[in-house]
């Protein structure tokens, strides 16, 4: 098969930081949706934060949200237009820290749409500040010293949180370190739209993804710390696939 650019990317530059992982996720969801959804109405959810310009990279709808309120906005989305694929694109700070009660809630509720949320680690358009799932011992512009639990608590485990909840129909976490895990986020995501398009409940991948720039490294050394570091606190697998019996 000829590799080229996704129909449902644009041909717009992205901004990311060279080596970022998202311009990697965004591919894997135009690949999707060029494979199985060209003929479906689509409709994205921006967060704030990174990804805030997601719109301008998919030629498809987008609705801007509120900082954390992205889940609540795709709830009402797609209650508003059953048929239509649905999914809010979050990082960690967004997702997991202002918007931690939207997407419990959400997921409580089994609201009938997929969150993509990305896991780097910190607060990455705001200059690398520790966030919810900065793991312990990781040094970030406001843990200096490294994150210690004693002081600033643990970090997040959004999927194991969800896990138990009626409403979820699909919770996994992958990881973009390497290609064999790239290929695993991809069929995540295509198994996410399924259960969505199935009118299973609420879905959710978590991608742990890196930030070289506010991590201070080099894109290669980025992935190796997620290899290296990042995995032994966050594993990777499929949770819960409610339809499949797990």
């Not at 969801?29 to 704030?48: C, F, L, M, N, R």
């Not at 194991?160 to 895990?181: Q, Y």
């Not at 499929?238 to 339809?243: E, V």
Request: glycine share 10%; aromatic share 10%.
């Amino acid at each position: 098969m000829k590799f080229k650019r996704p129909e449902c990317l644009t041909k717009e530059s992205m901004h990311y930081c060279p080596g970022c992982g998202h311009g990697i996720i965004h591919r894997l969801i135009a690949e999707v949706i060029d494979e199985d959804y060209k003929e479906s109405k689509i409709i994205g959810v921006a967060p704030v934060g990174c990804a805030v310009f997601i719109y301008d990279y998919f030629n498809f709808d987008f609705v801007a949200a509120a900082h954390g309120r992205a889940t609540a906005a795709a709830t009402g989305v797609k209650r508003s237009i059953p048929d239509a694929l649905v999914f809010s694109y979050q990082g960690d700070g967004d997702i997991a820290a202002i918007g931690t009660s939207e997407v419990i809630h959400a997921a409580t509720r089994g609201e009938n749409f997929t969150a993509i949320f990305v896991n780097n680690g910190v607060y990455a358009m705001t200059g690398g500040q520790m966030a919810p799932t900065t793991i312990p011992g990781q040094v970030t512009v406001s843990s200096p010293y490294g994150r210690d639990p004693k002081v600033q608590g643990y970090h997040i485990k959004l999927c194991e949180m969800l896990v138990p909840l009626d409403g979820v129909a699909f919770v996994a976490r992958t990881s973009i370190h390497n290609l064999k895990n790239i290929e695993f986020t991809k069929k995540a995501i295509k198994r996410a739209f399924e259960v969505q398009m199935n009118n299973e409940g609420f879905s959710i991948i978590e991608v742990l993804s890196n930030c070289p720039t506010n991590w201070g490294l080099s894109p290669l050394e980025s992935m190796k710390r997620i290899e290296n570091e990042v995995l032994k606190y966050y594993s990777i697998g499929i949770f819960k696939d409610k339809g499949r019996g797990i």
